[in-house]
């Protein structure tokens, strides 16, 4: 394991922090940043009593990301894991509370407030979104379940699409190593009160490992129109596709074995994924102080996997459909309220067979969402810019299952229900100044897919899923106190937070099934973001994160929880030397984590090592053109993010993409 520079480089993150801090230089201004994470209506980001941060769209091209896995990484700061072995990171996955390998289903990922996480454990469609089609990114860390329900456990990452007002067309190339061609464009004209926006995206790569290769494309059609005033109307029809070969994890600890070769049980084998749907809103202001909004999709997807070591093909065909109307009430001096319903609906079937074309309906389930919220802002005029907020959300599903994989019929049906709540102070005491401490309990329901433990002994030997139940929602209370801070030419944000979670629910690999954990687990860190014009064309930016994920009861007391690290640094800088020339460079650090095991073994296993990871960036513009030349990973480390251990295959990890290069081109009509 290569750890060239680490200590260097640790230094000059901390540095950073530091000159960023101390700057008396505002990157982003917080009393004109407008959002809509806090209530799912626009306010202002001091009004939101938790830790919001914004990636605008000019950090994004300014940057050396090419999809919005880098961007989270690199600009978000925040813990991304990667598995594919390719540059296009389709199958990344994005920790926001140090929940590990449930990262997937405790990370609630929103386009313009609308979910986008599947109804299973699979990885988030990333490709769905042509990057240039996204105006700005608001990760809001912490629960956020009475806002958005199921699954904003950790935190919540929502990016918006909608566009501006002025019109932009521009299209854009990237090639880099290992043959990697990335292809965007948007085109967005305005029509007197109508807006169109077409957005097209195709990538594909060879991959550094081998059967690693993989190829994605993605359209959008987004029509708005306006009503005058607040009032509007869109639809917005998407479609995307995915083919990616597997490698599968090396055998050995993390910086061990042949990194390049798939494993031969995986030679040949594919995953193929196809989404379509669309979305629509309309938002409508009654009075001057009442405004109604509503917003819906449907959306239908396949995904096709093929291991031709294992006489099994599988398909998992399923569909969602979600509508969310809501009212906002506002009451001037005595603030606002929100009051809203939510429903989803969606099924999934599991099929196998010898050939695509012989595979049979082997499980399937269905679940009803539905779930009534209240939020609520409170001016307390005993001090000036003193806010209580608070809000509560019920939530009730129906699942029902049938598996007919042991040959005789098993179905199952189960009601749960599960209440969120949240109770805060927020104090605005100067301009661009607040505090806030709050309380916040959200929620999670199973996957589909969790309903479903494996035998290995199955199928001579291929296993096969079997049943476990249908488990109960996880529950977590978190405490935090945090703050947002500009001064002159500066941004501070911080947070100190600690969350206790009950039956949390997650995959035991001792017995192969997914599980209630018995017991509490807390969470328990302290982070930080902060960016600085510390110089007329000069900008830096760091952050950070200190966590500690412990088993807190039971045998396995004390112990880290898997795939959780400790320690997170991030650091950027950009300089722009004149109209045409501009660089920059981010820098992050990961600290060590637990391999994904069975928690009563982790003690005395190793430990992935910590790693870092540095990109630079060149960029040149003249006329309409826009040219980027990005190094990624410039230390040639080999380092991972993720693996695990079980008893059959002892440890096993995922290694990341070496040093790469790309360039790209972007012109603006």
């Given at each position: 394991?290569?750890?060239?520079?680490?200590?260097?480089?640790?230094?000059?993150?901390?540095?950073?922090?530091?000159?960023?801090?101390?700057?008396?230089?505002?990157?982003?201004?917080?009393?004109?940043?407008?959002?809509?994470?806090?209530?799912?209506?626009?306010?202002?980001?001091?009004?939101?009593p938790?830790n919001?941060?914004v990636?605008?769209?000019?950090?994004?091209?300014?940057?050396?990301?090419?999809?919005?896995?880098?961007?989270?990484?690199?600009i978000?700061?925040l813990?991304?894991?990667?598995?594919?072995?390719?540059?296009?990171?389709?199958?990344?996955?994005?920790?926001?509370?140090?929940?590990?390998?449930?990262?997937?289903?405790?990370?609630?990922?929103?386009?313009?407030?609308?979910?986008?996480?599947?109804?299973?454990?699979?990885?988030?469609?990333?490709?769905?979104?042509?990057?240039?089609?996204?105006?700005?990114?608001?990760?809001?860390?912490?629960?956020?379940?009475?806002?958005?329900g199921?699954?904003?456990?950790?935190?919540?990452?929502?990016?918006?699409?909608?566009?501006?007002?002025?019109?932009?067309?521009?299209?854009?190339?990237?090639?880099?190593?290992?043959?990697?061609?990335?292809?965007?464009?948007?085109?967005?004209?305005?029509?007197?009160?109508?807006?169109?926006?077409?957005?097209?995206?195709?990538?594909?790569?060879?991959?550094?490992r081998?059967?690693?290769?993989?190829?994605?494309?993605?359209?959008?059609?987004?029509?708005t129109?306006?009503?005058g005033?607040?009032?509007?109307?869109?639809a917005?029809?998407?479609?995307?596709?995915?083919n990616?070969?597997?490698?599968?994890?090396?055998?050995?600890?993390?910086?061990?074995?042949?990194?390049?070769?798939?494993?031969s049980?995986?030679?040949?084998?594919?995953?193929?994924?196809?989404?379509?749907?669309i979305?629509?809103?309309?938002i409508?202001?009654?009075?001057?102080?009442?405004?109604?909004?509503?917003?819906?999709?449907?959306?239908?997807?396949?995904?096709?996997?093929?291991?031709?070591?294992?006489?099994?093909?599988?398909?998992?065909?399923?569909w969602?459909?979600?509508?969310?109307?809501?009212?906002?009430?506002?009451?001037?001096?005595?603030?606002?309220t929100?009051?809203g319903?939510?429903?989803?609906?969606?099924?999934?079937?599991?099929?196998s067979?010898?050939?695509?074309?012989?595979?049979?309906?082997?499980?399937?389930?269905?679940?009803l969402?539905?779930?009534?919220?209240?939020?609520?802002?409170?001016?307390?005029?005993?001090?000036?810019g003193?806010?209580?907020?608070?809000?509560?959300?019920?939530?009730?599903q129906?699942?029902?299952?049938s598996?007919?994989?042991?040959?005789?019929?098993?179905?199952?049906?189960?009601?749960y229900?599960?209440n969120?709540?949240?109770?805060?102070?927020?104090?605005?005491?100067q301009s661009?100044?607040?505090?806030?401490i709050?309380?916040?309990?959200s929620?999670?329901f199973?996957?589909?897919?969790?309903?479903?433990?494996?035998?290995?002994?199955?199928?001579?030997?291929?296993?096969?899923?079997?049943?476990?139940?249908?488990?109960?929602?996880?529950?977590?209370?978190?405490y935090?106190f945090?703050?947002?801070?500009?001064?002159h030419q500066?941004?501070?944000?911080a947070?100190?937070?600690?969350?206790?979670?009950?039956?949390?629910?997650?995959?035991?690999?001792?017995?192969?099934?997914?599980i209630?954990?018995?017991?509490?687990?807390?969470?328990?860190?302290?982070?930080?973001d902060?960016?600085?014009?510390?110089?007329?064309?000069l900008?830096?930016?760091?952050?950070?994160?200190?966590?500690?994920?412990?088993?807190?009861?039971?045998?396995?007391?004390?112990?880290?929880?898997?795939l959780s690290?400790?320690l997170?640094?991030?650091?950027?800088?950009?300089?722009?030397?004149?109209?045409?020339?501009?660089?920059?460079?981010?820098?992050?650090?990961?600290?060590?984590?637990?391999?994904?095991?069975?928690?009563?073994m982790?003690?005395?296993?190793?430990?992935?090592?910590?790693?870092?990871?540095?990109?630079?960036?060149?960029?040149?513009?003249?006329?309409?053109w826009?040219?980027?030349?990005?190094?990624?990973?410039?230390?040639?480390?080999?380092?991972?993010?993720?693996?695990?251990?079980?008893?059959?295959?002892?440890?096993?990890?995922?290694?990341?993409t070496?040093?790469?290069?790309?360039?790209?081109?972007?012109?603006?009509?």
């Open positions: 394991m290569k750890q060239q520079f680490s200590s260097r480089i640790i230094g000059a993150l901390l540095c950073g922090a530091a000159i960023t801090l101390s700057s008396t230089a505002i990157a982003q201004n917080s009393q004109s940043t407008v959002i809509v994470s806090g209530s799912r209506f626009e306010q202002n980001l001091n009004e939101v938790a919001v941060k990636i605008t769209r000019d950090e994004i091209a300014n940057s050396s990301s090419n999809n919005i896995p880098e961007v989270l990484s690199q978000g700061g813990s991304v894991k990667y598995s594919s072995g390719n540059s296009l990171n389709l199958d990344a996955s994005v920790d926001m509370g140090g929940y590990g390998a449930s990262a997937n289903s405790t990370t609630l990922i929103l386009v313009d407030g609308q979910r986008l996480n599947p109804i299973d454990s699979g990885t988030i469609n990333w490709e769905s979104i042509p990057i240039d089609s996204i105006e700005r990114i608001e990760v809001l860390q912490g629960g956020a379940s009475v806002q958005y199921n699954g904003a456990v950790g935190g919540v990452i929502n990016i918006i699409t909608n566009g501006g007002a002025k019109n932009l067309n521009q299209a854009s190339v990237t090639y880099g190593s290992y043959n990697t061609v990335i292809n965007n464009a948007i085109l967005r004209n305005k029509f007197d009160d109508t807006t169109i926006q077409l957005t097209a995206n195709t990538s594909n790569t060879d991959g550094w081998q059967n690693s290769a993989a190829n994605a494309y993605s359209f959008d059609a987004k029509v129109q306006s009503l005033g607040i009032d509007q109307v869109y917005d029809v998407f479609f995307n596709h995915s990616s070969q597997t490698p599968g994890s090396v055998l050995g600890q993390a910086g061990t074995g042949n990194t390049r070769s798939a494993r049980e995986f030679i040949g084998s594919t995953t193929t994924t196809d989404q379509s749907g979305r629509a809103g309309f409508k202001a009654i009075t001057d102080r009442l405004t109604f909004d509503i917003d819906g999709t449907y959306s239908n997807k396949n995904l096709n996997s093929n291991i031709p070591a294992y006489p099994y093909y599988y398909l998992y065909p399923n969602q459909l979600a509508a969310s109307p809501k009212v906002k009430a506002n009451f001037g001096e005595w603030g606002t929100v009051a319903y939510d429903f989803n609906q969606a099924a999934q079937s599991s099929s067979g010898s050939t695509f074309s012989t595979t049979s309906l082997q499980q399937n389930v269905s679940v969402n539905q779930s009534v919220y209240l939020i609520s802002r409170i001016p307390l005029r005993i001090v000036n003193l806010e209580a907020s608070g809000g509560f959300r019920h939530q009730a129906n699942a029902s299952t598996d007919l994989s042991s040959g005789s019929a098993i179905s199952a049906s189960q009601k229900s599960a969120a709540g949240d109770i805060a102070l927020n104090y605005n005491y661009g100044r607040k505090i806030f709050k309380w916040n309990q929620y999670r199973p996957n589909t897919d969790e309903f479903w433990g494996y035998d290995p002994s199955a199928n001579s030997g291929y296993g096969a899923p079997v049943f476990n139940g249908i488990l109960k929602p996880q529950i977590s209370q978190t935090s945090g703050g947002d801070w500009s001064m500066s941004h501070v944000s947070l100190l937070f600690q969350s206790i979670t009950q039956n949390e629910i997650r995959y035991d690999p001792s017995t192969y099934g997914n209630n954990t018995i017991g509490n687990i807390n969470r328990t860190g302290f982070l930080f902060s960016s600085s014009n510390v110089a007329r064309n900008t830096l930016a760091a952050g950070g994160k200190i966590q500690r994920s412990t088993f807190a009861t039971g045998s396995a007391a004390g112990v880290g929880v898997g690290p400790n997170l640094l991030n650091a950027r800088a950009q300089y722009v030397f004149n109209s045409a020339w501009s660089a920059g460079a981010v820098i992050n650090y990961v600290g060590n984590q637990n391999y994904d095991a069975d928690p009563n982790m003690n005395s296993l190793a430990k992935i090592p910590s790693y870092v990871a540095a990109d630079i960036y060149a960029s040149y513009k003249v006329g309409s826009d040219t980027k030349l990005m190094i990624k990973n410039i230390g040639g480390n080999s380092y991972a993010t993720t693996g695990g251990y079980d008893s059959v295959k002892g440890y096993y990890y995922y290694p990341t070496p040093t790469t290069y790309f360039v790209s081109a972007r012109y603006n009509f």
